[in-house]
Every structure is written in structure tokens, then in C-alpha cells.
């Protein structure tokens, strides 16, 4: 008599599978219900609860945009199941998404130490995951800014730019100068920090799942030198439109950039609307449950919070 070996693995990897179309619809809050559901129950193995772990991280840091203890949590129970299966490539992924997850919550030791264990494993082994020591070398350098180490920012993403070598790597380079942007505004290069901006080909993010993410961050950094540039009238439509897709999108880190970008706006054209918008600005970040966002946001305007 045949038997169907496996039968409630099968059903586990059916169930991961819906999780993974929910995510293309968008539908991140169900995902993480039903996400939730499979690891409770006894369907999944060792191999699906590990990405089940993993999807789950990704919705909170990549979907929703949102810090999460949660998402920690389950970054770190992939890559503890992971590392008892020899899955590596999933190790890469798992590990990514926990770096992220740690940034988000304010924990930039474990962001980095994560980032830094991807590059050493990538080092040796780049194919386990394509274009991961680019991301990794764009997520130190962004803690490398969060922690005021410009130079090193610089340094990690000029190791990024030298990957960037073949035309699948295309939206990866258009980021890194975008990334460069910042960071040059924190030196207050914004004349550097334009030119950085000029290198981006029009074409990037024309088309694919991260056209949408492109469009607000592209736009929120071009608004971002133009208000360091001192070009109020250019920067406002550009943070006007930013904002309203951010609220569409419901992203609170992007729209408390924004929010902030106004009332600088505001503030430097003597609007008396600059205060009220500021506090907006501030409770946005909070809302957020970004250490990062907040840290930024209140530094920039303490010209107009006086504190």
C-alpha cells in the first residue's frame, strides 16, 4: 500500500507557500496571523518553521516598517533553526532581515555584528547570496551614520559601490548614491550630496516590487538637499507629493521625514505653521518605534523646538 511520506511537512510548505502570496498582495497583517497559526500548530518542520520565522521578521521590517521586539524574536529563531540545517543560503537571508530588525529596535551592536557575520560568510562564499555583501556594506553604513561615523559610512559604501559591476546591479547602484547623498548632508556637503543625486539614472526602479519604496525615499533625499541647498520653492512640491504617498502607505518613518522636512521649510520661510508641524514631525517618529528616526528628527529641529 502507498503511503504519502511526509504528508504534514507537504501541508506546512502549502501553508508557507499562502503566506508568501500574501506578502505580494500586500496583506502583511494576515500574513502574520495565519504566519502565527502554522507555527503553533504541528504542521510545519525544522525547514518551514525556520522560514516561517524568517517571512515573519521580513513582514515587520520590510512590509509594515515597523520596530518590533517580535521581529527580533522571530529573526533570531531562524537563524537558530537555520544553523542546525546547513540551509546557508537562508542563513544569508535570516540574518539579513535580523540586522534590519535590530536597527530598527535601537540595538546597533547586534545590527552590526549580524552585518559583519554576512560579510564574513559572503567573503568566502559570495554566491550564497546574490548582491548580500552589497546589502551588508549598505547596512553598515548606515549604522556607520546612525552612530556619527560619516567617513566610515563613506568607506562602507564606496566597498558596496565596487560590487556594483554587472547591469543586474543596476537598482543597487542608483540606492548607493542615494545613500551617499545622506551622508554628505550630514558632513554639510550639499553641493556634494546633489552631485551624488545627478549619478542616478533615470531609468532605476522603472519597474519591479520596489518601485513604490524607490519613488518616496528618492524623493524625501532629493527634498532633503534641496532644504539644505536653500531651495525652499523646489523642495516643498517634492515634500508635499512624498508625504501623501507616505500616508498611503501608511510608512511613519517616511512620513515623519517629511513632516520634519515642512517644518524646516516653514520655519526658514518665517511660517508660523513651522512649531505646530514639528511636534507633528516628532510624534510621527515616536509612533514609528524608530531610536534612529526620533534621534534625527529632534536634532534637525532643535532650531525651531528650541531644545
Known amino acids: 500500500m502507498n503511503q504519502q511520506p511526509n504528508a504534514p511537512e507537504l501541508t506546512g510548505l502549502d501553508e508557507y507557500q499562502r503566506l508568501v502570496s500574501l506578502l505580494d498582495e500586500r496583506r502583511f497583517d494576515e500574513a502574520q496571523v495565519r504566519g502565527r497559526v502554522l507555527l503553533e500548530g504541528d504542521l510545519a518542520g525544522s525547514l518551514v518553521r525556520a522560514k516561517t520565522h524568517n517571512l515573519l ?27 542546525g540545517l546547513g540551509e546557508r543560503p537562508l542563513q544569508m537571508q535570516a540574518l539579513c532581515n535580523l540586522a534590519s530588525a535590530y536597527h530598527q529596535m535601537g540595538d546597533y551592536d547586534g545590527a552590526r555584528r549580524s552585518y559583519q557575520e554576512i560579510v564574513a560568510h559572503l567573503t568566502r562564499d559570495p554566491d550564497l547570496l546574490p548582491f548580500g555583501l552589497i546589502l551588508a556594506y549598505q547596512g553598515l553604513s548606515q549604522l556607520d551614520l546612525v552612530q556619527d561615523r560619516a567617513a566610515d559610512a563613506l568607506r562602507h ?88 504617498l507616505a500616508r498611503e502607505l501608511a510608512d511613519l518613518p517616511v512620513l515623519a521625514e517629511c513632516t520634519c522636512l515642512l517644518a524646516l521649510v516653514d520655519y526658514a520661510e518665517g511660517r508660523k505653521e513651522a512649531a505646530k508641524r514639528a511636534q507633528r514631525a516628532i510624534a510621527y517618529a515616536i509612533h514609528s518605534g524608530r531610536r534612529d528616526v526620533v534621534d534625527d528628527v529632534r536634532e534637525r529641529l532643535k532650531p525651531i523646538l528650541g531644545v
Not at 63 to 74: D, F
Not at 199 to 215: F, K, Q, S, V
Not at 226 to 244: D, F, K, M, Q, Y
Open 57 to 83: 521578521c521580513w513582514t515587520f521590517v520590510e512590509g509594515l516598517k515597523r520596530a518590533s521586539p517580535e521581529a527580533v524574536l522571530h529573526g533570531e529563531e531562524a537563524v537558530r533553526l537555520v544553523g
Open 157 to 244: 559604501l564606496e566597498a558596496a559601490l565596487s560590487l556594483c559591476s554587472d547591469e543586474e546591479s543596476r537598482f543597487l547602484l542608483a540606492d548607493i548614491y542615494r545613500r551617499q547623498a545622506l551622508v554628505y548632508l550630514r558632513l554639510q556637503q550639499p553641493e556634494e550630496a546633489a552631485a551624488a543625486l545627478a549619478r542616478i539614472p533615470e531609468d532605476a526602479y522603472a519597474t519591479g516590487p520596489r518601485t513604490l519604496w524607490w519613488r518616496t525615499h528618492l524623493a524625501f533625499t532629493r527634498a532633503r538637499v534641496e532644504v539644505a541647498r536653500g531651495h525652499w520653492s523646489s523642495a516643498r512640491p517634492l515634500i508635499v507629493n512624498t508625504t501623501a
